[in-house]
């Protein structure tokens, strides 16, 4: 065993976290194992809590902003783990990364104005879109051997038939697992150039690559596809702590942030939540070594997810992801429609999942489960899972 113990349950109930604290009031129940949103059942180690600590044990919480050091933590996580270094003003804090989506909806697009995304893609990007009163645009992946892939020609005829003014590209994307090859990235870039598009590139995942792939940072593809860019990125995913409300969204045109910040300024939001930044720098400080072994225990998890599903339930096929803790799993072999999978989820395997029709139509019997969690509770999921589609079949035989 290495220093970090990850097979430790921590009781995470009564904490007015949304993964097990919240059954009852979104589905109307309190017995569901839950792999659904992406978070993490994992503790943080002692050399980042002990910053915290120091800082709570302060006492004071007044108004606080980022400074030199903030901002040189951040740029040193980016320098060292992703080989890209930006301008300290590059960073622009924001409560998250979905706010700062909401904010370049405004910033850069007018009400109308058609958006593009990736189908199937995280949720919240096309109701960014909506609730804005903007148009959602997609270009759908392609789903081939068991892969999903860009098609580059529709991408760019949909962006020429909308006039689409803004692309949300998810990189390493969510759900899909892909991690974006640089060819991929650089087709995308030209094309945005071509046609005036402005690029916001959620890379929250970007921490979670698998071994045999890299990140790529659309920061990287060159000056020239910079100018329209908006990195989002944030500890959050990393280091599991979206309830701290931080995120570091990195604009390197001098243009592009000022239109940022002045319609983020509209909100009424200026300043950063103390505890958030005093986790952030922690974490990108002292966090490294606790994220190499979270890497390697993930790797374990999905390795077993891997052998239990081809040895119990071929039928089930897992879309082999390049990064993430998030897996796709496709249900077509199991379900003829969603409502049918859910209830073989919900009421017989007693497991709450994300249901991949939130992520796009076209993929209504797919299902996204998080692998961030102790082996024991992936093989409890797995072994409801087993039991549930078991008696299924026994009583159809
Ligand atoms: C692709 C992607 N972007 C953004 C978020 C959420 O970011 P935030 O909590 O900073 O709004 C998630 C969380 O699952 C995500 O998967």
Known sequence: MGRYDFDVIHDRRNTDCIKWDFGMEQKGRDDLLPLWVADMDFRLPEEVLAEVTERVRHGIFGYTNIGEDYRNIVRDWFRR??????????????????????????????????????????????????????????????????????????????????????FLLCSPHNPVGRVWAREELMRLAEICQRHDVYVFSDEIHADFVYPGYRHTSFFTLGETYRKKLILGTSPSKTFNMAGLQLSNIIIPDPDTRLAFRKENSVTGYSLPNVIGMTAAMAAYRNGEPWLEELLEYLQGNLSYLRDFLRDNLPQIKLIEPEGTYLVWLDFSKVADNHKELETLLMDRAKLWLDPGIIFGRETNLFERINIACPRSILEEAMRRLYEAIDDITIALS
């Open 81 to 166: 783990r992703h080989g890209f270094t930006m301008e300290g003003t590059d960073i622009v804090v924001t409560p998250g990364v979905v706010y700062a989506i909401g904010v370049a909806i405004r910033a850069f697009t007018e009400p109308g104005d058609a958006v593009l995304v990736q189908q199937p893609v995280y949720y919240p990007f096309m109701q960014m879109i909506k609730k804005n009163g903007r148009k959602v645009v997609n270009n759908q992946l392609l789903y081939r051997d068991g892969r999903f892939e860009i098609d580059f020609a529709d991408f760019e005829k949909k962006i020429i038939e909308n006039n689409v003014k803004l």
